[in-house]
Structure formats: structure tokens, C-alpha cells
């Protein structure tokens, strides 16, 4: 909890260091690089960086956090801290690491702020960025513990699908023949790739299916769109990576796991595009371990060629006693699916059902909407983004 000196600095100054969120920001980035090139290059994701696109989140997360001790005193935001930690845990963040950044985050406050930023004013947020950043690495250090292990391990790609035109499953096994350790249906691996000139970077990919006890497997997207540069790791693993390479995993991280309940909780499981792939895994567990109540499934997709996994999305389904899918395609809508984008109005869900959903923003904000429109309680509705979730910083309505 916040000392009462440094609530009282940090509400008067909260107004001026959110206004100044981007350029502390940039200043931040810029002198974080500039001492300790080697992060960019084998930690961040410099395309992200390039585009200038999702660098708020970690400083947004800060005044995130502020806000929130401010206003609820006496609550951590554990999902905030979970979220960040699930992260920092596959992409082996380690402790040292927060004094770096700390002096970095604080030379760009100074610099931004001036004279504003007095002693008293340090000093308060300082307290503001230690209670997070410990909080953080004390999940950060459970989660590691729970996983045993390095922080990298390398897999062998025993298998390769082409799922569409865009999308590949890689099934990988462990090179050194050891134990796979069980995920939760939802969880995510991070994938390091050294790329041709020397940077090594790293990408999350949910965990796609079940294809069996000693594999893993995800399913990549190529991303190719027209203007900006084609993405680096999606771009290598479709071009560069066939049976027989290895690739270095960490072991499985992420807070947005199915949670089918005791009582047999009736599901809806909504995806639109790569999204499927968490939804993959969830239906598959559940397929697996014999839930009978209902679980509603909606995909939405351009069309039918470019829905990956639809195959195993539909045999899991199939399995369930009670489970109905509902498509939607926004080109070559077959007979029995439906035209255009989801439009979850007629599709019927039992009472107290509780949701996950994956897929782009406006996709996950019209369901959202929809679904509390339906009468599906907030805090029934989970979710997961491909990207920094700007949503927790409070950054994106
Ligand atoms: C929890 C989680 C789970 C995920 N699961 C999956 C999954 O199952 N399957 C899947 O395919 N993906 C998944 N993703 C997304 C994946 O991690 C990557 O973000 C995705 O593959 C793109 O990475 P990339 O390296 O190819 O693109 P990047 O190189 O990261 O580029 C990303 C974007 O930035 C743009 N960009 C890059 N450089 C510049 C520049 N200089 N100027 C302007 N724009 C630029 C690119 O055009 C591109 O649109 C997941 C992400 C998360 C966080
Ligand atoms: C209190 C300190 C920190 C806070 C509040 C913080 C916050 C965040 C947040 C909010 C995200 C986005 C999470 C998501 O939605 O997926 C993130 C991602 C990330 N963080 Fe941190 N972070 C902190 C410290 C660090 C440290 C010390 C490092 C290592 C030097 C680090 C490296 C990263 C990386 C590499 C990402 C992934 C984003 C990318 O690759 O561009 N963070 N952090």
C-alpha cells in the first residue's frame, strides 16, 4: 500500500505525468536502448518499437497501477500483475532488469516533467514503481519455480501442416527427449528466432491443440500487410523453419486459461481469425475431458479458405454432447454458416454462461458488447489479445 504522503503526491501529479505518457515514453525507449542496445535487439519486439505502435503499455501500466492504489487502497490488481507477469515470465525478465529500466523510466520522468519533478515528487512515484515492480517479480520468480527448468528450452519441429494459405502448425518435441510438462487449455509459449542479422527475437503463439502428450504445437500466421513491413518471426518460421529444425521455446505461460468449473459451466468459446488457435486448445480439453454442458462456439473469419483449423475446431465440437458452432465468413459464406461479421443476436446461450473470446479488438469490443446486451455478466466474460493489452492499462475502451 502507498505511504499517505506520497497518495497525496502521486493524485496531485497523476493528471500531469498521464498527459505526458507518450513523450516519457519515447524519451524512455530512446535512452533505455541507447545504454543497452542488446534488449532491443534479443528482448523487445522491435517491430512494435518501429511502428511506434503499443509502447505505452509498460509506463501506461505504471499509472495504471497508480490509479488504482489511489482509488482502492486496500485491493492489489492481481489481473494486472498477472497478465504482465505471465509475460515477463516466458520472455525471461529477470529481476536485475527492473533497475535498469527503473533508471531509465526516471531520467525520462525528470527529463519530461522538469522542475516539476521535485524530490517529493520522485520520491512518491518511486514508491509507486517498487511496489509493482516487486509484486511483479514475486509472481514472476512462483511462476519460474512452478516451471522447473531453463527459461529456454529447444524443441525439434517434427511436423509441419500448411493449415491455409497463411497459417502453418508446427508439432515440436523436445530435442533432448525429456519430459513435456501439461499446459492449461489457453496458455501460450514465447518462440526466440534468430533472425538473419544476428538479432534474436521473441513472439508469443498459443498453444493450439492436443496433438499429444510428448508434443507441443502452435499455428502461425504469416503477417503480410500491404504497406508496412512484413512481420520478422511469422515471416522466418513460414520461409525458414521445416521438419528437423530446432526452435527454442520457453515453457507455457498465460492467465486467460479455460476454467470449465465443478459444475459443468455452459461456454462460449467466440474466435475471429489466428484467434481460433486458443479456442483450438479449449475445445480440445473439454472434448478430452467429457464436459456435458452446453458450449456454444462462433468463429468469424474472411471465408472459408482462410479459417485455420476449422477441421479440428469442428471434430472437437462434435465430440461434446451439447456443443453448437456458429460461422460467420465475410466472403464465400457456404449454406449452413452465416454472411458477413458475427452478429451474436440470435445465437441462443443458457443461463449463467461464462465466455472466452480471441480475436481482434473491434471483434472482442462487438461481442463483449453483445454479450452483456444478452444478459452475460462481466465478470463472465474472459479474454485474450495477440498483442500488449492495452484494454488492462486502460489505454483502448
Ligand atoms: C498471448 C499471445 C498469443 C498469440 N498467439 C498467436 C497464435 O497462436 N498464432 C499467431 O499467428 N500469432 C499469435 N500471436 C501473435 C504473435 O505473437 C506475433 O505478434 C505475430 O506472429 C506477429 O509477429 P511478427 O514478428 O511476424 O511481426 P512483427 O515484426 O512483430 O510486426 C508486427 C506488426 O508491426 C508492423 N511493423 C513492423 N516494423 C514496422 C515498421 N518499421 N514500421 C511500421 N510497421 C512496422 C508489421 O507490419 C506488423 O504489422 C500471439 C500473441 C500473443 C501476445
Ligand atoms: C515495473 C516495471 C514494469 C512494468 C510495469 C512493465 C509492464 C509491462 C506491460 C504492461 C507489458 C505488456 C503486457 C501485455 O499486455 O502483454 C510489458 C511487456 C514487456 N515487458 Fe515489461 N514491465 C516492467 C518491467 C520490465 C522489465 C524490467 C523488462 C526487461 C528489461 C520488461 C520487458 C518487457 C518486454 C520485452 C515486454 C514485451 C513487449 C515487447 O516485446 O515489446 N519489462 N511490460
Known sequence: MLSEQ??????????AVGAALGTITERFYAGLFEAHPELLRDLFNR????????????????????T?????????????????????????????????????????????????????????????YWLMANALVA???????????????????????????????FRLRPADGGPVRDFLAGQYVSVRVALADGARQIRQYSLSGAPGPDLRQISVKRMREGGA????????????????????????????????????????????????????AMLAHLADSGHRAPVTVVHADRSPATHALRTDHEAYAAKLPD????????????????????????????????????????????????????????ADIYYEVFGPDLWLAGQSA
Open 6 to 15: 506520497s497518495a497525496a503526491t502521486v493524485r496531485a501529479t497523476l493528471p
Open 47 to 66: 517491430g512494435n518499437q518501429a511502428s511506434g505502435t503499443q509502447r505505452q503499455a509498460l509506463a501506461g501500466s505504471v499509472a495504471a497501477f497508480a
Open 68 to 128: 488504482h492504489l489511489l482509488d482502492r487502497p486496500g485491493q492489489r490488481p492481481d489481473a494486472m500483475l498477472a497478465r504482465i507477469a505471465h509475460k515477463h515470465g516466458s520472455l525471461g525478465v529477470t529481476q536485475e532488469q527492473y533497475r535498469i529500466v527503473h533508471e531509465h523510466l526516471f531520467a525520462a520522468i525528470a527529463e519530461v516533467l522538469g522542475d516539476a519533478v521535485t524530490p517529493e515528487v520522485a520520491a512518491a512515484w518511486d514508491e509507486v
Open 139 to 169: 509472481v514472476e520468480q512462483r511462476l519460474r519455480e512452478e516451471r522447473g527448468g531453463p527459461a529456454w528450452r529447444a524443441w525439434e519441429v517434427v511436423e509441419r501442416v500448411t493449415e491455409t494459405a497463411d497459417v502453418a502448425t
Open 229 to 280: 513491413p512484413d512481420g520478422e518471426v511469422s515471416n522466418h518460421l513460414h520461409a525458414r523453419v521445416r521438419v528437423g529444425d530446432v526452435l527454442e521455446l520457453s515453457e507455457p505461460y498465460g492467465d486467460l486459461v479455460l476454467d470449465a468449473g465443478p459444475d459443468d459451466t455452459p461456454l462460449l468459446l467466440a474466435s475471429a481469425g489466428i484467434g481460433v488457435t486458443p479456442m483450438t
Open 323 to 378: 456443443a453448437a458452432v456458429h460461422l460467420w465468413y465475410e466472403q464465400d459464406a457456404p449454406a449452413g454458416t452465416h454472411p458477413g461479421l458475427a452478429d451474436l443476436t440470435g445465437v441462443p446461450l443458457a443461463p449463467g454462461t461464462r465466455a472466452y473470446l480471441c480475436g481482434p479488438l473491434p471483434f472482442m469490443r462487438a461481442v463483449r458488447t453483445q454479450l452483456i446486451t444478452k444478459g452475460v455478466a462481466p
